[in-house]
């Protein structure tokens, strides 16, 4: 079935330095991955998102690279800052399933000042 | 709040109860959805609708979960027969179909079955 992989699981840098969370995914047609940040207690929020005609979008300090060969996407953080500790999932559709959103299991970032 | 909203926010419950839980979407979405979040892992998915019709159901979901969304605006999420197991943060989604845009979500339903 539909599945998406998420690595690391958790992930600690320093403020300032660059954080980097890969994600693959199972079914080939999926065509819209989207990002959600979690804050603890709070709701998941979108952060960014890219489909499939397009291999790379910016938005400020946040980007995401899509590989649709290999079947993974990545989300780059830079000067990561310390409001950006959170839990972050990736997530894609399912084109065999009326485009549900099936999610990862998420990547707990903590950001050190 | 023009967002989705859930409701209760927190439910404790005895083990054996049955629960009902509502969310009321985005007054223009059409598309709506059930997810449930446990402590340290992704959204994973219940259930969801295009207007009232129910498009697919969790094969992990047991027979004691059920979910409505009458008249194609609030859904309901009951579970019957609560379990231990059944704990965790029940999330509302909605979204517009067809336009691959972004699902909001409800700020959630914390369950506890004592």
């Known amino acids: 079935g539909e599945n998406v992989e998420q690595h690391p699981s958790t992930l600690s840098v320093q403020e300032g330095d660059s954080a980097v969370i890969k994600c693959t995914y199972s079914?080939?047609?999926?065509?819209?991955f989207p990002w959600y940040k979690q804050e603890l207690g709070k709701r998941p929020q979108l952060i960014i998102d890219?489909?499939?005609?397009?291999g790379e979008k910016k938005d400020q300090r946040i980007a995401v690279t899509l590989n649709k060969t290999a079947k993974h996407f990545s989300l780059h953080i830079t000067e990561t800052q310390p409001e950006d500790s959170a839990v972050y999932f990736c997530?894609?559709?399912?084109?065999?399933?009326?485009?549900?959103?099936?999610f990862g299991p998420g990547t707990s970032l903590s950001v050190i000042p | 709040d023009t967002g989705v909203s859930q409701d209760p926010r927190h439910k404790i419950t005895k083990r054996g109860q049955n629960v009902t839980f509502r969310c009321d979407p985005i007054?223009?979405?059409?598309?709506l959805y059930w997810y449930r979040q446990t402590l340290g892992q992704g959204p994973e998915f219940l259930t969801y609708?295009?207007?009232?019709?129910?498009?697919?159901k969790s094969r992990l979901l047991s027979d004691r979960f059920s979910a409505e969304r009458p008249k194609g605006s609030f859904s309901t999420l009951e579970i019957q027969r609560t379990e231990q197991g059944d704990s965790a943060m029940y999330l509302c989604?909605?979204?517009?179909?067809?336009?691959?845009?972004?699902?909001?979500f409800g700020q959630g339903t914390r369950l506890t079955v004592v």
């Open positions: 989604a909605s979204s517009l179909v067809g336009a691959m845009g972004e699902a909001f």
């Open positions: 079914d080939s047609a999926s065509n819209y």
């Open positions: 890219i489909r499939s005609n397009v």
């Open positions: 997530a894609a559709n399912s084109k065999t399933s009326y485009d549900k959103v099936i």
């Open positions: 007054s223009e979405h059409n598309r």
């Open positions: 609708f295009q207007n009232e019709a129910q498009l697919e």
